[in-house]
């Protein structure tokens, strides 16, 4: 019986297979990842607590949005706030929403690209990283208090009127966060790019709905009165310039969801982000 060999700088079929999957090998290691995210949410919470006590400052700043919003003809928050005001569950499932959904949704966001789309996990985890950073420092040169506390805008603070509220009614004394970060909202930012990676790490015909999630925040953070339209717009900004900084990784048959294909050996293998 004639041993059967393969032709000189061939590979085997599972060779060739591992190969075609770079997100197999790209996983970057977990208690590194950890004490990353960690550490991120760590700066973003102390970070916005540097930026307490400029209280004149803040509402001077909050004058000057909402003249701009004016100047700009953009909706009057007021009026995504009434759909809210027709009874009491909308308000507090609004609360709800804001309070709960928006650090949970990008945990789990991380932690399932890291799971399955591993190179589209440490673009994310970079981009969020460079907005949030961008954030932190604009809530520092520019405090900015949400329209809730603006006199003369006829909102209603819908947190402490029917709660949940994450906020203290006292927003000088507010030891848990600080009230004067609206601009730009990573509520928003973030929940687009939860999105806009998932669109991007997946195949699905109905991955567009993904969409929806920053749309119900948009409404939910606009509504509550916590943010301002303008607080959305420079989220998207800062969101925009890190997606363009940090590249996106190269679409593969398994980074985009689908069996991994045969590859030929004397062909270059597009593989994720770098680690």
Do not use: C
Request: glycine share 8%; proline share 6%.
């Amino acid at each position: 019986m004639e041993a059967r060999t393969e032709p000189a700088g061939s590979e085997s079929e599972t060779a060739i297979r591992r190969r075609a999957s770079p997100d197999d090998t790209a996983r970057p290691p977990l208690v590194r990842e950890l004490l990353l995210v960690a550490g991120l949410f760590l700066v973003y919470k102390f970070g916005r607590l540097l930026a307490n006590g400029h209280t004149g400052e803040a509402f001077r700043n909050a004058g000057r949005v909402w003249d701009w919003e004016r100047a700009l003809r953009l909706p009057d928050e007021a009026g995504v706030q009434s759909v809210l005001l027709h009874g009491d569950g909308l308000a507090q499932l609004a609360n709800s929403y804001y309070a709960v959904v928006h650090f949970p949704a990008t945990a789990a966001f991380l932690v399932w690209l890291y799971l399955r789309r591993p190179s589209h996990y440490v673009w994310a985890r970079r981009v969020l990283a460079a907005v949030t950073a961008a954030a932190l420092l604009l809530h520092l040169v520019f405090p900015l208090a949400p329209p809730r506390l603006l006199d003369g805008t006829g909102l209603v603070d819908t947190g402490q009127v029917y709660g949940p509220t994450v906020y203290s009614a006292a927003p000088a004394t507010d030891s848990m966060a600080n009230q004067f970060a609206a601009m730009p909202s990573l509520h928003f930012g973030w929940a687009l790019m939860v999105a806009i990676g998932l669109i991007a790490a997946t195949r699905s015909r109905w991955r567009w709905l993904w969409l929806l999630h920053p749309l119900v925040t948009l409404l939910v953070i606009v509504g509550t009165a916590n943010h301002y339209w303008l607080d959305a717009a420079g989220a998207a900004a800062l969101l925009g310039l890190a997606l363009a900084a940090v590249h996106l990784p190269y679409r593969t048959t398994t980074t985009a969801g689908r069996a991994p294909e045969l590859v030929r050996t004397d062909e270059p293998v597009l593989v994720g982000a770098g680690r």
